[in-house]
């Protein structure tokens, strides 16, 4: 089947935004895949093992049951936790300055009128872009949260596009932060319902991943009259919670696209003048 363009710019109901993403990402997915395999991939494994390293030499020594060792183990556990996050922050930011370029490229030139030779030199400009948003993000969330839940939620589903506006419009993160909490507003139910469905995809495929390690935890339960200490797990464990880490992090590019849609969604509605009703 000949595969078409798929157009940004227009205004799209709930329904057309998720469809119109998964189809983009299926007529794109060699591309994308290259592109993530050469420039963000390495990252992406690096955090992964990361991730079971803090999991299986760090977490596993934490003793909450002897409250002189927890004291003694908080400032460190805290120091690996700060830096664990932040280099989570800084793969993600990666992953989605990358894949915005990408989708940059492909809304202003068009389908196959560019080549990754030519936007690769964007990759970790936007990516710092995308790594400076993704801070001020997750401080105001983080903020937020700590009054009461809900104005943490009301922040990150406010600002959740300020990533692709900050890439795509580049007017700096001032003005991305503005212009996210206009669309946003104007439909904000809408943002975050699609928002939750990407996340809640994104999920799924991790907790289907992860059906061995919750077999392997409740047979240890079941079976010793000791609780086994992580540390003790096979070798085979820890791959396949890094190959989980590995994908769940890659199909994060699942709520980017949504998001991409949602702003082009957004802008038509709100002040079309700006933005063309067609693609070049």
């Given at each position: 089947?000949?595969?078409?363009?798929?157009?940004?710019?227009?205004?799209r109901?709930?329904?057309?935004?998720?469809?119109?993403?998964?189809?983009?990402?299926?007529?794109?997915?060699?591309?994308?895949?290259?592109?993530?395999?050469?420039?963000?991939?390495?990252?992406?494994?690096?955090?992964?093992?990361?991730?079971?390293?803090?999991?299986?030499?760090?977490?596993?020594?934490?003793?909450?049951?002897?409250?002189?060792?927890?004291m003694?183990?908080?400032?460190?556990?805290?120091?690996?936790?700060?830096?664990f996050?932040?280099?989570?922050?800084?793969?993600?930011?990666?992953?989605?300055?990358?894949?915005?370029?990408?989708?940059?490229?492909?809304i202003?030139?068009?389908?196959?009128?560019?080549?990754?030779?030519?936007?690769?030199?964007?990759?970790?400009?936007n990516?710092?872009?995308?790594?400076?948003?993704?801070?001020i993000?997750?401080?105001?969330?983080?903020?937020?949260?700590?009054?009461?839940?809900?104005p943490?939620?009301?922040?990150?589903?406010?600002l959740?596009?300020?990533?692709?506006i900050?890439?795509?419009?580049?007017?700096?993160?001032?003005?991305?932060m503005?212009?996210?909490?206009?669309?946003?507003?104007?439909?904000?139910?809408?943002?975050?319902?699609l928002n939750?469905?990407?996340?809640?995809?994104?999920?799924?495929v991790?907790?289907?991943?992860?059906?061995?390690?919750?077999?392997?935890?409740?047979?240890?339960t079941?079976?010793?009259?000791?609780?086994?200490?992580?540390?003790?797990?096979?070798?085979?464990?820890?791959?396949?919670?890094?190959?989980?880490?590995?994908?769940?992090?890659?199909l994060?590019?699942i709520?980017?696209?949504?998001?991409?849609?949602?702003y082009?969604?957004?802008?038509?509605?709100n002040?079309?003048?700006?933005?063309?009703t067609q693609?070049?």
């Amino acid at each position: 089947m000949e595969q078409k363009e798929i157009r940004f710019r227009k205004q799209r109901d709930l329904g057309v935004i998720i469809s119109d993403s998964f189809d983009f990402l299926k007529q794109e997915s060699q591309a994308l895949l290259r592109m993530i395999g050469i420039y963000v991939l390495p990252f992406i494994v690096l955090y992964a093992g990361a991730q079971v390293y803090f999991q299986r030499n760090v977490l596993s020594q934490f003793d909450l049951s002897n409250p002189e060792s927890l004291m003694a183990d908080i400032g460190p556990f805290y120091l690996n936790l700060f830096m664990f996050m932040f280099f989570g922050l800084f793969v993600q930011s990666l992953l989605v300055g990358t894949y915005y370029s990408y989708l940059e490229a492909y809304i202003k030139h068009g389908k196959g009128n560019f080549k990754l030779a030519d936007i690769s030199p964007n990759f970790f400009s936007n990516s710092f872009l995308a790594l400076g948003a993704n801070l001020i993000f997750v401080i105001i969330v983080f903020f937020g949260a700590m009054m009461f839940i809900v104005p943490g939620l009301y922040f990150a589903n406010t600002l959740s596009l300020i990533v692709f506006i900050l890439i795509f419009e580049k007017k700096g993160i001032g003005d991305a932060m503005s212009r996210s909490w206009k669309l946003v507003n104007s439909s904000w139910w809408n943002t975050l319902l699609l928002n939750l469905i990407a996340l809640i995809i994104v999920y799924v495929v991790g907790l289907v991943l992860s059906i061995p390690s919750m077999i392997m935890g409740i047979s240890s339960t079941i079976f010793s009259s000791e609780m086994t200490n992580p540390t003790d797990y096979p070798n085979w464990f820890w791959v396949l919670n890094g190959i989980s880490s590995v994908v769940t992090t890659t199909l994060l590019i699942i709520p980017f696209t949504f998001q991409a849609f949602q702003y082009f969604n957004l802008s038509e509605r709100n002040d079309p003048t700006t933005t063309p009703t067609q693609q070049k």
